[in-house]
């Protein structure tokens, strides 16, 4: 018998995986984890039957998420990351030397422990080997209340706007990211898709919340095969740097870390998105 993974992208289209065997099945106080096992996609982690990474194409989105804010930053040093118990972003982060400590504020525990047993792809980092990574097992949104001028960097690699999520697609929380970040610093989130009307939809409300918080907020996409319909988004919120005008390749180059999608060329070209893309922006920036 063939078993396959099947996610709704909307409701009249579905992404399915072939799966060789289920690795992990569990419920958290927080959602449904599973890790699944493929062909194609390698080893793969799903929340509340919502495709979060695969061991093919999640350098895609954690170099993005990642290695934009830090080539843009000329030196961020003290970071926050929300979400993200799958560890991926924090692997990218510490590939940089000057990195003193980065906070990781995951609401499930159970997430981070998985990631650990089961893909240590990007999850063998959490074993803090070089004491830079802090843990906080709660909600990102309750714990940025109490945060001022602490940060450089923000990066929130969250679920998607709804179940434990939610509070980080909210004014309150854009708002308290500001308040948390140093007068230079920088808040990434993943922005959802612009494709299919309900992601789009999400996207826009997000912009819209960010933009009302925040002096600048520009876009950048990606291609991720595995997430609905590939196209992804990506916010750059900044007090003072600007992505590109205060972006310096050579700077990056010269910290000789290696990628493999992320390249200085790719940085430039990522923020010029779609006209379709511009025009929903637009629509909500003002
Ligand atoms: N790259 C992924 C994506 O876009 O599909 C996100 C991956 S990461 C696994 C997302 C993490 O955010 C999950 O582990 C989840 O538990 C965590 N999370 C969700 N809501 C949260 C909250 N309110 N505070 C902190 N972490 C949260």
Same mark, same amino acid.
């Given at each position: 018998m063939e078993l396959w993974f099947t996610e709704n992208h909307t409701k009249n289209v579905r992404f399915s995986v072939k799966v060789t065997k289920q690795l992990y099945s569990g419920k958290s106080d927080f959602q449904s984890i599973d890790v699944f096992e493929s062909p194609e996609f390698g080893r793969f982690l799903t929340l509340d039957g919502y495709m979060m990474l695969t061991e093919k194409d999640e350098f895609i989105y954690h170099e993005m998420i990642t290695h934009v804010p830090m080539a843009v930053h000329p030196n961020a040093r003290n970071i926050l990351v929300i979400g993200g118990g799958d560890g991926g972003t924090v692997r990218e982060l510490l590939r940089? *030397?000057?990195?003193?400590? @980065?906070?990781?504020? #995951?609401?499930?525990?159970?997430?981070?422990? /998985?990631?650990?047993?089961?893909?240590?792809?990007?999850?063998?980092?959490?074993?803090?080997?070089?004491?830079?990574?802090?843990?906080?097992?709660? *909600?990102?949104?309750?714990? @940025?209340?109490?945060? #001022?001028?602490?940060?450089?960097?923000?990066? /929130?690699?969250?679920?998607?706007?709804?179940?434990?999520?939610e509070g980080l697609f909210t004014m309150e929380f854009y708002g308290n990211c500001f308040k948390a970040l140093h007068e230079d610093g920088i808040m990434v989130n993943q922005h959802e898709s612009p494709f299919y009307d309900e992601d789009a939809y999400a996207m826009q409300r997000a912009h819209k919340r960010i933009v009302s918080s925040f002096d600048m907020c520009r876009v950048y996409q990606a291609h991720i095969p595995t997430y609905p319909s590939g196209h992804w988004l990506f916010g750059f919120a900044t007090k003072k740097y600007h992505p590109l005008r205060d972006f310096d390749p050579e700077r990056w180059q010269a910290l000789g870390i290696k990628t493999k999608y992320y390249t200085t060329h790719i940085h430039k070209g990522a923020f010029y998105v779609p006209a379709y893309v511009e025009d929903m922006l637009k629509d909500v920036e003002y």
């Open positions: 940089y *030397d000057h990195v003193e400590n @980065i906070d990781l504020v #995951e609401i499930d525990e159970q997430v981070v422990e /998985v990631c650990r047993r089961y893909l240590p792809q990007t999850a063998a980092c959490l074993a803090n080997e070089d004491g830079r990574i802090r843990f906080f097992y709660e *909600d990102g949104l309750k714990y @940025i209340r109490h945060c #001022e001028d602490m940060y450089d960097l923000i990066i /929130v690699d969250s679920t998607d706007p709804f179940g434990p999520g």
